[in-house]
């Protein structure tokens, strides 16, 4: 095994003895045709939503003292 393998198993078992587990995600690919635009379209809709305001005040109250 590579050595770069090796770093990458000790990193997996280390992870792994910790209770944790490794997930794949997809995400959009901001560099595909359209994506772009969609995007903005999106945010056009965000920013022109009648709640937006309502919720980004009750994200400012939320208390995050103590959050790690």
Known sequence: MADSAKRVQ??????????????????????APGMKEQIAREIEIINNSPDEKLILEQLSNIEIEGWK
């Open 10 to 31: 000790k990193h997996r078992d280390k992870m792994k003895a910790a209770g944790l587990k490794p997930v794949t995600i997809w995400v959009p690919d901001i560099n």
